[in-house]
């Protein structure tokens, strides 16, 4: 999978949803998966199957 960069757009519980900064598609994530700190409006990149925080 290519790198891509998401925002965080919506957090229920355990789960996030993330929305592709590019295309606005929208992906729901296990928060376990994201990098600690997260919340709505954190931007995270994706790359090698590992999200990090960016500014």
Known sequence: MEP????II???GE????SDMET???LFIAMAL???GCDVGTKLHY???EYEIVE
Do not use: H
């Open 4 to 7: 891509k960069d998401y925002v």
């Open 10 to 12: 919506k957090i229920e």
């Open 15 to 18: 789960y996030a949803t993330l």
């Open 24 to 26: 606005r598609e929208e």
């Open 34 to 36: 994201l990098p600690p």
């Open 47 to 49: 790359e090698m199957l």
